[in-house]
């Protein structure tokens, strides 16, 4: 529970793991408690091997509603036979400056494939398109351990095409935020695409 009595803005959020050993990632989100799993809000930012803290622009924020409570997206690992204990915590800093421009995060994704076995290249697409106007400052691609690389673009309204992001080699393990040298603005009804590859032969261990 945050105990906020009214609308509070964060300016930089930083996620600390408790237990280096077992944590691999941490993503968390405001929420909204009277609507249990319907009132999961947006994404605060997170942990992953790699990952910066988050620390936005001066007049950027993010919103956190007044009651809401945070969640915790916990991925754990252990090594078989060990007992592991974790004691994770979280840094919020309130934005002082007058917030000019709302900051929020949003998924481009699916679950609904199967990787076929022994296939050593399988794509994987999906998309979605904007409900408003925005501008998109950074992408965090996430794949799992047989992610091999993934590519994502805008279809603007017009039919027009731009690349915005392309990793070669993903490394599940060492988990890259890339910041885009210049904000793109992207009207409202462009389509964000991703292509993901995976990787489920017997060459990759």
Do not use: C
């Not at 076995?117 to 998309?127: E, L, N, S, T």
């Not at 106007?133 to 965090?140: G, P, R, S, Y």
């Not at 292509?195 to 032969?201: E, F, I, R, V």
């Amino acid at each position: 529970p945050t105990g906020f009595t009214k609308d509070r803005w964060i300016s930089a959020a930083e996620i600390r793991p408790g237990n280096m050993n077992v944590v691999h990632h941490v993503i968390v989100f405001s929420a909204d408690p009277t609507q249990g799993r319907n009132g999961l809000g947006g994404s605060l930012g997170g942990y992953a091997p790699g990952a910066p803290p988050l620390i936005l622009d001066k007049g950027r924020a993010m919103k956190i509603p007044a009651g809401a409570v945070l969640v915790l997206q916990m991925h754990y690992h252990k090594e078989p036979g060990t007992v592991e204990t974790d004691e994770t915590i979280i840094g919020l800093k309130f934005a002082k400056e007058t917030v000019t421009k709302e900051v929020r995060f949003g998924t481009v994704g699916t679950e609904k494939f199967a990787i076929p076995p022994r296939d050593g290249y399988f794509p994987v697409q999906a998309k979605e398109t904007l409900k408003e106007a925005i501008h998109l400052e950074q992408l965090v691609p996430h794949m799992h351990l047989r992610g091999i690389d993934m590519k994502v673009w805008a279809r603007y309204p017009d039919g027009r095409e731009q690349e915005l992001l392309f990793v070669p080699n993903y490394d599940f393990n060492w988990q890259t935020f890339y910041k885009l040298a210049e904000p793109v603005a992207l009207p409202k009804g462009t389509e964000l695409h991703a292509l993901a590859h995976y990787d489920n032969s017997a060459a990759n261990p």
